[in-house]
């Protein structure tokens, strides 16, 4: 991907984190501190700081509190990710997403989260790869699963698709927030190492060098949706309901 492509995706999104202050907040009157208060700053923390400034020390500052305070809510800091996890699926509002047929409700969520991804990275980081039991994770869970219901699959087949979807968009929503996360020169290390592939040389990587230019100049969202593309026509071919006519809205392919 070009590097001011890189530069923008991620600037577009959010301003990359300063130098952590050091200043306390004033501190919270005894009682007023409870889970709901100690997500939402723990989110603000991870936009603002991203994962490196996301430390229990660093949310009892902008809490205004001591970080031992945390721990009589949350039973560790794993307790705590598990919480945000499902506030950032919350927030997503998964069961608000519908589109006049099955397949356009998979490309609605798939895109939502693609782009969530991109807006808050060091959430996206976090917490992709943790499952919360928790009433929106089972609110989101059991929208996704309905829809494949929709397109006409048993409750177990359902079950499959619905892992391998959500194991899809938040695998590829995760991969392009970690590389932001971790920040300009990360991103434009790795713009650099793609436009390396132009000098690829031929006799060696004859195949590499048919396509360099392509390699070079690789879009994340066109990645993405060409990606999508594939997992969505292959679920097409199988469902027992089709969508007539819906099937021309599926992404990245004529």
Request: glycine share 6%; aromatic share 6%.
């Given at each position: 991907?070009?590097?001011?492509?890189?530069?923008?995706?991620?600037?577009?999104?959010?301003?990359?984190?300063p130098?952590?202050?050091?200043?306390r907040?004033?501190?919270?009157?005894?009682?007023?501190?409870?889970?709901?208060?100690?997500v939402?700053?723990?989110?603000?923390?991870?936009?603002?700081?991203?994962?490196?400034?996301?430390?229990?020390?660093?949310?009892?500052?902008?809490?205004?509190?001591?970080p031992?305070?945390?721990?009589?809510?949350?039973?560790?800091?794993?307790?705590?990710?598990?919480?945000?996890?499902?506030?950032?699926?919350?927030?997503?509002?998964?069961?608000?997403?519908?589109?006049?047929?099955?397949?356009?409700?998979?490309?609605?969520?798939?895109?939502?989260?693609?782009?969530?991804?991109?807006?808050?990275?060091?959430?996206?980081a976090?917490?992709?790869?943790?499952?919360?039991?928790?009433?929106?994770?089972?609110?989101?869970?059991?929208?996704?699963?309905?829809?494949?219901?929709?397109?006409g699959?048993?409750?177990?087949?359902?079950?499959?698709?619905y892992?391998?979807?959500?194991?899809?968009?938040?695998?590829?929503?995760?991969?392009?927030?970690t590389?932001?996360?971790?920040?300009?020169?990360?991103?434009?290390?790795?713009?650099?190492?793609?436009?390396?592939?132009r000098?690829a040389?031929?006799?060696?990587?004859?195949?590499i060098?048919?396509?360099?230019?392509?390699?070079?100049?690789?879009?994340?969202?066109?990645?993405?949706?060409?990606?999508?593309?594939?997992?969505?026509?292959?679920?097409?071919?199988?469902?027992?309901?089709?969508?007539?006519?819906?099937?021309?809205?599926?992404p990245?392919?004529?």
């Amino acid at each position: 991907m070009p590097l001011t492509k890189a530069l923008t995706d991620a600037g577009a999104h959010r301003t990359l984190w300063p130098a952590m202050s050091t200043t306390r907040k004033r501190p919270l009157p005894r009682g007023t501190l409870d889970r709901e208060r100690i997500v939402a700053a723990s989110l603000r923390l991870l936009d603002e700081r991203g994962t490196r400034g996301f430390s229990m020390p660093a949310l009892g500052r902008e809490l205004g509190a001591d970080p031992s305070a945390v721990y009589r809510h949350f039973a560790s800091k794993d307790d705590l990710v598990l919480a945000i996890t499902d506030e950032l699926i919350a927030q997503q509002d998964i069961p608000s997403l519908r589109g006049s047929c099955w397949v356009e409700t998979l490309i609605l969520i798939a895109r939502h989260t693609w782009d969530l991804g991109a807006a808050r990275p060091a959430a996206m980081a976090l917490t992709a790869s943790r499952t919360a039991a928790m009433p929106a994770t089972f609110a989101a869970a059991n929208h996704i699963v309905g829809t494949f219901r929709e397109a006409g699959f048993d409750p177990d087949d359902a079950a499959r698709m619905y892992r391998s979807f959500v194991d899809f968009m938040l695998a590829a929503a995760q991969q392009r927030a970690t590389l932001i996360d971790l920040g300009e020169g990360t991103l434009m290390l790795d713009a650099t190492n793609e436009a390396a592939f132009r000098s690829a040389d031929p006799a060696a990587y004859p195949h590499i060098a048919a396509a360099a230019e392509t390699i070079a100049t690789r879009e994340w969202d066109d990645s993405f949706e060409l990606s999508a593309a594939l997992m969505l026509r292959g679920i097409v071919s199988l469902a027992p309901n089709r969508c007539s006519g819906h099937e021309h809205s599926l992404p990245g392919l004529p």
